[in-house]
């Protein structure tokens, strides 16, 4: 076995460090697949030369089937994919551009692109500007969880059949990117058929249905594999007991997609007929509303039941003046307790125009939504003239940026001609200026271990009401606590414009944003709050994590969530405190200290987390680039500075053994059977009485025996009975499979763990 000597650098200092976070990252991917600054290439190669009724008969009478195809995507070819049309309104058996939805593991089991394994191409059928799609899920990305978008030329056949619009799907990898889990409850909000009629009802969310979750399969598809109690649990709380929502509902996120559905007036969503909105229950156990089918924004869709001024439809010029506020002032004549229920609360009507002002001020004030269609139209116009299968001209394409263009049954609104006017009068518009300002923000103390009580300090001017939101790590709840200005609170002195909060009993890692208010309007710090926070965090202490087990050689006792035997390593948070993953690395090599930087995961105070060394980051975030030696091998954990906070040497391991740390989380390791997730005690606490005679060696090979002659018998793990003999002081084990056995020393009223290995 390797020996290694080594030194680490280790500091006595743990400097907090503040930081904003925005994960704007998750985007930021240039050249891949959803750049939005690139046109992507995609070819279908059909067999079957009657595809298309294949796919009209599939989309009528069973969407569950697919068509297969060959797909080429810039250059790259995929084999046995499954393709069915998609979409409502916008698929026709006349037509020739249809929407696509594409399967690449439909045949082929595990088959991607980059870990992509469905691909989403809408025909741009309710867009003249072809930019309506791809600039809104830009924009919203910066607010809340949302999709990608860019552009694709499809060719089927080897044939152009158009630009189409190509939209990140909303599923399992995109809720495991955006929530760190992808298997809770997560409905998609579609009625199977749209009642427009007033009162219809849709998926809005309401009871109206009665108390049976299976009444509500036509309006929600359910797309885990369990949630109907989940669903109807948030619906009979959101009529019923709307004061208790919170704890259920990821409230900001929700005011988040209204208000950019109310400024980007797309009422082909929630507000208008309840439709086009997933729902994802988050470790947190809150919903998450996620917008989807972003097609017709800025004005494309003109129907809403909010009253019957607006029922028949609105013109651009209320479409203009469209009031933010509109489900509160005048009730839905069908229930949308989403809106309905949150806006009786004065504060979140006030946080709700807040986001509002950060949506304009921050894309249309400045006219940076001008500039980014523009730029968009200027990338997609040979692409647009080519389409010969457009359902405009080109010169509605060039016109319908700035000016309407008239569709079958109304104008659609140029988007700068809407979204200009709309600006002036959000700018104008009662209860959206008049905010408070938040400055000079301060930690205390900024040289904070896990486990302190975190004060923060800020300048609020003008303000009645303060609150600090904060969180311990990655994907938790944000919980909040008024800040003072009273003398008592590390603010100075009372009065003076300086409001304190505390944060009581911190972690390593903590997020937060402020919020104040006054009798005018609301402010966030910052603005993107809750989906942008700042950050602090102190360096990790030798010890506050350690590497707890190990199991190098998974033959049989665990599997992953895809169902493999993959090797693991637990981390144990040894503090009370949460503690968050953030700037951790593992390795398996000395002298690459930095060869796997775990994600930000939050270990609950004496939690676990599992890594699997499996080399296969395409399947989470928790699958670490190497795997492990059943050899035996050195493990390091080191945070970004490479000072050491844990290692281990472990030993050659037989199968199904972990090697484990005794007594949990600081005691030596020990050969013993897997205690995956939880207290290693528990094993040990039920095996071996050292007070009484000893078995040995352990873990042996081909033989075991004790000092003295007993009457024994041996059990594996299931308790099937292996050996006996009476009078013995020794066993020949040659023929046992590896593994763990009880030995019982019968006369002596003993039990002991035995580990065969190789």
């Not at 995507?73 to 499954?82: A, C, K």
């Not at 955006?178 to 009162?199: I, R």
């Not at 609170?489 to 909060?501: P, Q, R």
């Not at 050292?690 to 003295?708: A, T």
Request: charged fraction near 15%; hydrophobic fraction near 35%.
């Amino acid at each position: 076995m390797k020996k290694y000597i080594f030194l680490f650098l280790v500091s006595p200092f743990f400097l907090a460090a503040q930081s904003l976070y925005n994960p704007q990252a998750l985007y930021d991917q240039p050249g891949g697949l959803f750049d939005e600054d690139s046109i992507r290439v995609i070819d279908l190669e059909f067999d079957n030369q009657n595809y298309h009724n294949y796919l009209v008969n599939s989309w009528y009478y069973n969407p569950d089937v697919r068509i297969p195809a060959t797909l080429t995507l810039n250059g790259t070819v995929y084999d046995s994919v499954g393709v069915r049309y998609k979409g409502f309104s916008s698929v026709s058996v006349n037509r020739i551009k249809n929407p696509f939805n594409i399967k690449l593991d439909y045949i082929i089991d595990g088959q991607d692109h980059n870990g992509v394994d469905k691909l989403k191409l809408s025909n741009v059928i309710q867009d003249p500007s072809f930019v309506r799609e791809v600039l809104t899920y830009e924009i919203a990305a910066n607010y809340l969880p949302s999709a990608k978008a860019n552009y694709a030329n499809v060719y089927v056949n080897d044939t152009l059949w158009g630009l189409y619009t190509n939209v990140q799907a909303v599923n399992k990898g995109f809720l495991n990117d955006h929530f760190g889990n992808k298997y809770n409850p997560f409905f998609k909000c579609n009625p199977e058929n749209l009642d427009v009629t007033p009162g219809g009802e849709n998926s809005n969310l309401s009871n109206a249905h009665g108390n049976d979750s299976l009444d509500y399969e036509p309006y929600y598809a359910l797309k885990s594999n369990y949630g109907w109690e989940a669903l109807y649990n948030l619906i009979d709380t959101l009529n019923n007991y709307s004061d208790s929502v919170e704890k259920i509902l990821n409230v900001d996120r929700t005011l988040w997609m209204h208000a950019l559905n109310y400024t980007l007036i797309n009422f082909d969503s929630y507000i208008g007929y309840g439709q086009n909105y997933y729902l994802y229950k988050d470790k947190t156990g809150e919903f998450n509303p996620l917008l989807w089918d972003l097609n017709m924004s800025f004005g494309s869709f003109r129907l809403t039941d909010a009253s019957s001024i607006y029922f028949s439809g609105f013109d651009i010029a209320q479409a203009q003046n469209m009031d933010p506020l509109l489900h509160h002032t005048q009730f839905s004549v069908s229930p949308r307790p989403l809106l309905r229920n949150l806006f009786l609360s004065e504060r979140n009507r006030k946080m709700y125009l807040a986001h509002i002002r950060t949506i304009v001020n921050e894309n249309f004030a400045n006219q940076s939504y001008a500039v980014r269609g523009q730029n968009f139209q200027n990338l997609i116009d040979t692409s647009v003239q080519n389409d010969t299968n457009k359902f405009y001209s080109y010169a509605d394409f060039i016109a319908n940026l700035n000016s309407p263009v008239t569709l079958v049954t109304a104008d659609c609104p140029g988007i700068t001609q809407l979204m200009d006017a709309r600006a002036t009068y959000m700018n104008n518009y009662t209860g959206f200026s008049g905010e408070p300002t938040i400055a000079n923000i301060t930690v205390i103390p900024q040289n904070f271990v896990a486990g302190d009580d975190v004060w923060i300090t800020a300048d609020i001017a003008d303000a009645t009401e303060a609150i600090l939101g904060y969180r311990f790590g990655d994907n938790m709840a944000f919980k909040t606590t008024a800040m003072f200005d009273d003398g008592n609170h590390n603010d100075g002195l009372a009065n003076d414009g300086v409001f304190g909060g505390v944060i009581l009993n911190s972690a390593n890692v903590i997020d937060y944003y402020l919020y104040a208010d006054n009798d005018s309007a609301g402010v966030f710090s910052p603005v993107r709050a809750a989906y942008e926070f700042y950050n602090i965090q102190s360096q990790l202490q030798v010890g506050d994590v350690v590497i707890n087990e190990v199991m190098s050689n998974n033959v049989t006792s665990v599997t992953d969530a895809s169902g493999k035997f993959e090797d693991w390593i637990e981390l144990y948070n040894t503090t009370s405190s949460p503690i968050s993953t953030s700037g951790l690395f593992l390795t398996d090599t000395l002298g690459i200290f930095q060869k796997w930087e775990l994600p930000n995961q939050t270990i609950a105070g004496n939690g676990y987390a599992i890594i699997w060394a499996d080399e296969d980051g395409s399947q989470g975030d928790m699958h670490a680039n190497f795997k492990l030696s059943n050899l035996g091998e050195q493990l390091i954990l080191t945070n970004t500075d490479s000072v050491l906070i844990d290692s281990v040497t472990y030993l050659p391991q037989a199968d199904d053994i972990a090697f484990a740390r005794s007594p949990n989380g600081s005691g030596s390791f020990i050969m013993q059977v897997p205690t995956f997730n939880s207290n290693n005690d528990f094993v040990n606490s039920i095996t071996e009485n050292k007070e009484l005679i000893k078995v040995y060696p352990n873990p042996f090979s081909n033989i075991i025996q004790w000092d003295s002659f007993e009457s024994v018998e041996v059990r594996d793990l299931l308790g099937k009975l292996i050996y006996a003999d009476e009078n013995t002081n020794l066993v020949q084990t040659s023929n046992w499979d590896s593994g763990v056995y009880f030995i019982s020393l019968l006369d002596k009223n003993q039990t002991v763990k035995i580990i065969k290995i190789k």
